[in-house]
């Protein structure tokens, strides 16, 4: 089985080539039988990448140690679940992944857009799709090889790394790839609208519902790294400035400031040159954070696969794409010019476009800080390090104009807001935002950069509340449904415009969340032997006892605590460290009771022989807001992209 | 087990005099293990990371100052061992760069819209008489053409 995975991916290398030169040939002669051969060539390609896949997981679950892939991400005891997650567990693997993530977007394009099976630029965009194939098929074949093999073959394998053996472990990386390698698809759709020079409506269609999709992925897989990180790294937070962390957030920056702009191109024609450049950008971004991960390039906690040779391929591979991107972009120069001028500062294109420089802004001091302690080496030969105290400096400002900007955006008006507009549409929100600021301190409430941000939410808030409540009023009063039916009618016809709205209160309400948990978190470290209690904030915990025992591939320690709030017992925690046996790596398993208000996390820090323990206690208020705002962006993104009922192409 | 445990999370005797000052350190540190586990001290989970709390511990508790601290861990560490780069030399480039460059994309974008709101080069207007003209070319043009 692993012989047939191993021949796929060598005989697809074949296919995806000629499959390439007859997509070449086609365009250029606009021959159909040529088209046609690139289309099953990229149907092909799918088949065997999906045939390499599937023997390789196949070789975990058989516990095949003579690949030495197998070996180094699994041992006999590994369970059964996390066989199939270790597939992504390493470098070699993870790239195998892409491409299938890939080829399965590849079919997914062929198949949603079959009826333009007759429009050159569908062959254009599926002869890009074939380029990106080729590129990552070399990568598997020539640098980063899963069906390498050992010799004598191992008895067991190394185990996997215990950070890895969590259930987000199943989800997160996946929605990361399949958010990153979606990407890739808005990128071809441009590319190939570029290449044979069709830059009208149809292009810029595509590209938004299919960048609406990968962002959407990709913004699930951030914020359930996150989720992870809050439940497993045990230190009280969800978010690291980690450079995988960073890689993730980068492309997903640009990809937002592209949804923007891509309104203003759809409504006035403007800003082509722009969202082609945004497009490139974004897919650019997406293969160099899987280069700073892999190449290790960056000192990273998930760099355990670097190789120079791979990281020259990555960036042989960046510059031709940007290359040639901007050679094409130049070459369609006086197709992407503007049809229209912006009338005013005090309009809904020049919000977006100054939106647009901020997450710029925000990308790029997130990727200069990321690679700041490489330029660092290179001119001085000496190594120094960016933490999160650089990015938080660094950022934080940049958010809060980002907020803000997300409730003036949907709510100012096109072309030209005049002064009417402008006192009826904001005067409530900064109203209700100075109160909001004036009340924390009225009442002493610690900090100043707390109470700025969550007054700017208050402001988006209002913003968006005001504009639902006058826009169902409005059909209300026309149609003669009740305020809810009208809601709900108004999101259903307009599920773009509102389903963007949801996605902006989604965002201000992950913000408050962030603000509140990360401004008025509570952290102390506690001392008790069995029996004992001690009070932090106003919570009342008692040690119940230490014990120990065995996971069929770790030891553990638990610590048992009860709870209790006001007299009101608040439940039982349980935290532990383990001990892997394979890798030895000891690993930490928070207790968490989790309200709606906020979370009380304890991590068992260190112990004694006589059963005394040291706890790391935390009480984050709000946390729970920042995934509960995640998925009513989710959700918001999920109305935009829902197809109208009814409608056929 | 329990000792081998107890050999990695080994943590000092906790004051509460020292316990606030530790937290504030620590997020200024980086992990230094050797594996180069490149995470923030705060954050590292690694098996040498308790260890390294520990020594921030004890230095304070030896009556160091928080500059103190920072020169013993770079004395013993090197410069990567500080979570921020140096404000001086070109480690300042690191706090200059990304305001600069979002100053003049803001400038950029300004200068667009300030020009994109200049009226574009006004082509004379129609007169009365220019109408006129055109309709008589217009009636002339018809009956030429028998319609």
């Known amino acids: 089985m692993t012989y047939l995975g191993e021949w796929a991916i060598r005989f697809d290398l074949a296919v995806v080539s000629a499959g390439m030169l007859a997509g070449l040939y086609g365009i250029w002669k606009r021959s159909e039988f040529f088209l046609e051969a690139q289309r099953r060539a990229l149907v092909l390609s799918a088949a065997l990448i999906a045939t390499a896949t599937i023997s390789l997981v196949w070789a975990f679950f058989a516990h095949d140690f003579s690949i030495r892939y197998v070996a180094s991400y699994s041992s006999r005891q590994l369970p059964l679940g996390y066989c199939l997650t270790a597939l992504w567990a390493g470098q070699e693997g993870s790239q195998l992944f892409w491409l299938f993530v890939l080829s399965v977007y590849s079919s997914a394009y062929l198949w949603v857009h079959r009826a333009d099976r007759g429009d050159l630029p569908y062959h254009s965009t599926g002869l890009v799709l074939l380029g990106v194939q080729h590129f990552f098929l070399s990568i598997v074949n020539f640098a980063s090889d899963p069906f390498v093999r050992l010799w004598p073959v191992p008895p067991d394998g190394n185990g996997l790394n215990p950070l890895l053996q969590h259930p987000a472990m199943a989800i997160h990386p996946p929605m990361l790839y399949t958010g990153f390698v979606g990407m890739t698809i808005p990128f071809a759709c441009a590319m190939g609208a570029l290449i044979v020079g069709r830059l009208d409506e149809g292009w810029i269609k595509k590209c938004r519902v299919w960048t609406i999709f990968s962002w959407t992925i990709l913004a699930i897989g951030i914020l359930l790294g996150g989720r992870w990180a809050y439940d497993e790294l045990g230190w009280g937070g969800y978010w690291a400035w980690d450079p995988v962390e960073n890689a993730s957030l980068i492309p997903w920056l640009t990809a937002t400031a592209f949804l923007h702009s891509v309104m203003i191109q759809e409504r006035r024609g403007m800003l082509k040159i722009w969202n082609m450049t945004l497009i490139l950008l974004t897919f650019l971004l997406t293969i160099f954070g899987t280069y700073m991960t892999r190449s290790g390039v960056v000192a990273s906690v998930h760099s355990f696969a670097r190789q120079p040779v791979l990281g020259g391929m990555f960036l042989a591979f960046i510059v031709s794409v940007a290359a040639l991107g901007a050679g094409l972009i130049g070459w369609r120069y006086r197709a992407l010019r503007s049809e229209n001028r912006i009338e005013s500062y005090l309009s809904r294109e020049a919000v977006f476009l100054f939106n647009n420089v901020v997450l710029l802004g925000l990308a790029f001091a997130i990727l200069f800080g990321t690679m700041f302690p490489t330029v660092y080496e290179m001119v001085k030969g000496s190594r120094i390090s960016v933490g999160p105290a650089f990015f938080n400096k660094v950022t934080i400002p940049l958010f809060l104009i980002l907020l803000v900007l997300t409730g003036v955006g949907p709510t100012i008006s096109w072309r030209k807001a005049t002064a009417s507009h402008l006192i009826r549409n904001f005067s409530l929100p900064i109203a209700a935002a100075l109160v909001t600021i004036g009340i924390f301190e009225f009442w002493g409430i610690r900090g100043l950069k707390a109470p700025a941000g969550i007054g700017c939410i208050v402001f988006v808030l209002s913003c968006l509340i005001l504009e639902f409540a006058r826009d169902s009023r409005a059909r209300s009063a026309s149609t003669g449904e009740g305020a809810l039916a009208a809601l709900g009618s108004l999101i259903g016809k307009n599920r773009r415009r509102y389903g963007g709205y949801i996605v902006h209160a989604g965002f201000a309400i992950t913000a408050l969340g962030i603000v509140v948990s990360s401004g008025y978190q509570i952290q102390q470290e506690i001392r008790l032997s069995p029996g004992q209690s001690a009070r932090v904030d106003r919570f009342d915990l008692r040690f119940l006892g230490l014990t120990e025992g065995r996971l069929p591939n770790a030891e553990f320690v638990q610590a048992t605590l009860d709870v209790v709030s006001g007299g009101v017992p608040l439940g039982r925690i349980v935290t532990e460290k383990r001990l892997y046996e394979k890798t030895e790596q000891p690993h930490t398993e928070t207790g968490l009771i989790s309200r709606l208000g906020y979370d009380f996390y304890v991590v068992l820090a260190a112990w004694t022989e006589s059963g005394e323990v040291t706890l790391q206690v935390y009480v984050n208020p709000m946390v729970t807001w920042v995934w509960l705002g995640g998925g009513v962006l989710v959700m918001g993104a999920i109305i935009c992209l829902w197809p109208p009922i009814g409608k056929h192409k | ?147």
């Open chain 2, 1 to 147: 087990m329990k000792s081998l445990f107890v050999a990695v999370w080994v943590v000092g005797i906790a004051s509460g005099s020292w316990a606030v000052s530790m937290d504030d350190m620590v997020p200024e540190f980086m992990c230094p293990c050797p594996d180069q586990c490149g995470k923030a001290l705060e954050v590292c989970e690694c098996s040498d990371a308790a260890g390294y709390k520990n020594e921030v511990a004890t230095l304070l508790q030896s009556g160091l100052t928080a500059d103190g601290v920072r020169e013993k861990f770079v004395e013993k560490y090197g410069p990567a061992v500080l979570a921020s780069p140096p404000a001086r030399g070109f480690g300042l480039v690191a706090y200059l760069l990304p305001p600069l460059a979002i100053g003049l994309g803001v400038l950029i974008a300004a200068a667009l819209v300030r020009r994109w709101r200049r009226p574009a080069a006004r082509v004379p207007g129609l007169t009365d008489r220019d109408i006129r003209r055109a309709e008589e070319r217009m009636k002339k043009w018809n009956s030429s053409n028998g319609s």
